[in-house]
Nanobody
């Protein structure tokens, strides 16, 4: 059974930073695209960032470009999302996801095969 477990969420003031981590168990995901999505109340799940198997190719939501950085450690079967200069509009539940089908540039959540349970990020103004 594949499990993705996120950690690192919390409450932070605007301008602050958080680092989200996603550890995968039950399957080696070194060949998978790894991504992060977020969802806030009343809104659809939104693509945030993704990287290819090596981490050398990445894509970001326009509004987080320059502030967020996705990285991965295949030896540890995990990836991270470093979030800097956080804004109140970044408040959401953040989900880690893995896909064998998607390209790193795909923003469609339906292409992702495995999902974590989510971690809450709250940015106060």
């Amino acid at each position: 059974q594949v499990q993705l477990v996120e950690s690192g969420g919390g409450l932070v003031q605007a301008g602050g930073s958080l680092r989200l981590s996603c550890v995968v168990s039950g399957r080696t995901v070194s060949s998978y695209v790894m991504g992060w999505f977020r969802q806030s109340p009343g809104k659809e799940r939104e693509f945030v960032a993704a990287c290819n198997w090596s981490g050398s190719y990445v894509r970001y939501l326009d509004s987080v470009t320059g502030r967020f950085t996705i990285s991965r450690d295949n030896a540890k079967n995990m990836n991270n999302l470093e979030m800097n200069n956080l804004k109140p509009e970044d408040t959401a539940i953040y989900y880690c996801a893995a896909s064998i089908r998607a390209s790193y540039s795909s923003t469609n959540p339906s292409l992702y095969d495995y999902w974590g349970q989510g971690t809450q990020v709250t940015v106060s103004s």
